[in-house]
T-cell receptor, first 116, second 109 residues
Framework: KAGVTQTPRYLIKTRGQQVTLSCSPISGHRSVSWYQQTPGQGLQFLFEYFSETQRNKGNFPGRFSGRQFSNSRSEMNVSTLELGDSALYLC???????????????FGAGTRLSVL | GQSLEQPSEVTAVEGAIVQINCTYQTSGFYGLSWYQQHDGGAPTFLSYNALDGLEETGRFSSFLSRSDSYGYLLLQELQMKDSASYFCAVCTNAGKSTFGDGTTLTVKP
């Protein structure tokens, strides 16, 4: 079974630009979550999509948005990039639903975004 | 909201046992998970507890006390390759996972 795939792996943008990151979950997984990780920091939760609906949302500004398609693939968009948006963006998929192993997160390798 | 506390750094020697604690505050608690992340890598799942008690998986064990909002990860027979960051994460009944800031474990020879 293929793992979680994130594209691109690396991205360099300038302030003010926008960026779209892509995540293909493990086959059969219906939940996709996005996290931001900066050096020395934990994983900051951005949002979670389940069956094409945003089910949970973190405390990030509206410049951060996402969506999920019918095949469970997800995209995350950041508009009007700021220097502080430079980070590793991780996507994780899980079977979804509630309880037990259904919530275990399987992570992709991440997209490293640098904003200049 | 949710909050988790875990030590920022732990150091131990090869062959030793180390315990990484995690305390949490959350509404709608469903379970506590542990993840390992090596430098430059993605977090990988280690263990999950939904009920009180100890779960053992090889050299790693995880414990949960729901009444104390407390859990720990126990690593035995430490190896150099265990040097990594370890994150506890609470899962709520809304399906949301919130991660702690991570504990950097350094294993010395």
């Amino acid at each position: 079974k293929a793992g979680v795939t994130q594209t691109p792996r690396y991205l360099i943008k300038t302030r003010g630009q926008q960026v779209t990151l892509s995540c293909s979950p493990i086959s059969g997984h219906r939940s996709v979550s996005w996290y931001q990780q900066t050096p020395g920091q934990g994983l900051q939760f951005l949002f979670e999509y389940f069956s094409e609906t945003q089910r949970n949302k973190g405390n990030f500004p509206g410049r951060f948005s996402g969506r999920q398609f019918s095949n469970s693939r997800s995209e995350m968009n950041v508009s009007t990039l700021e220097l502080g948006d430079s980070a590793l963006y991780l996507c994780a998929s899980s079977p979804g639903g509630l309880g037990g192993a259904k919530n275990i997160q399987y992570f992709g390798a991440g997209t490293r975004l640098s904003v200049l | 909201g949710q909050s988790l506390e875990q030590p920022s750094e732990v150091t131990a020697v090869e062959g030793a046992i180390v315990q990484i604690n995690c305390t949490y505050q959350t509404s709608g608690f469903y379970g506590l998970s542990w993840y390992q992340q090596h430098d430059g890598g993605a977090p990988t799942f280690l263990s999950y507890n939904a009920l009180d008690g100890l779960e053992e998986t090889g050299r790693f064990s995880s414990f949960l006390s729901r009444s104390d909002s407390y859990g720990y990860l126990l690593l035995q027979e430490l190896q150099m390759k265990d040097s990594a960051s370890y994150f506890c994460a609470v899962c709520t009944n809304a399906g949301k996972s919130t991660f702690g800031d991570g504990t950097t474990l350094t294993v010395k020879p």
